[in-house]
């Protein structure tokens, strides 16, 4: 099993900046790579950003320039850095644990691991 536990969200003013962070625990193995998806109110769950083990990333285009994914293995802990926050960035932030499928680049998988999700809330 696998447990992810986020923290960072909040009410921010647009143009202003947060950090996420996710700390992964439990059986760490058993994936390469993580995600960090949104979901605003009446819409689906978007992958937002995804990094690989080897800290390779890819991001939405809507978030391009704006937000960094990094992490720190030693610590098993993801980040979203996401600055220039607009009120179009407001939802609920989700971590995932998945997996990297390589090909020329990679695309991302989500594995049923999830956090129990962070309110980010930008104000206009």
């Known amino acids: 099993q696998v447990q992810l536990v986020e923290s960072g969200g909040g009410l921010v003013q647009a143009g202003g900046s947060l950090r996420l962070s996710c700390a992964a625990s439990g059986s760490t193995f058993s994936f390469n790579a993580m995600g960090w998806y949104r979901q605003a109110p009446g819409k689906q769950r978007e992958l937002v950003a995804s990094i690989t083990n080897s800290g390779r990333t890819k991001y939405a285009d809507s978030v391009k320039g704006r937000f960094t994914i990094s992490r720190d293995n030693a610590k098993n802990t993801v980040y979203l850095q996401m600055n220039s926050l607009n009120p179009e960035d407001t939802a609920v932030y989700y971590c995932?644990?998945?997996?990297?499928?390589?090909?020329?680049?990679?695309?991302?998988?989500?594995?049923?691991?999830w956090g129990q999700g962070t309110q980010v809330t930008v104000s206009s």
């Open positions: 995932n644990a998945g997996r990297a499928l390589y090909s020329g680049g990679y695309s991302y998988t989500p594995y049923d691991y």
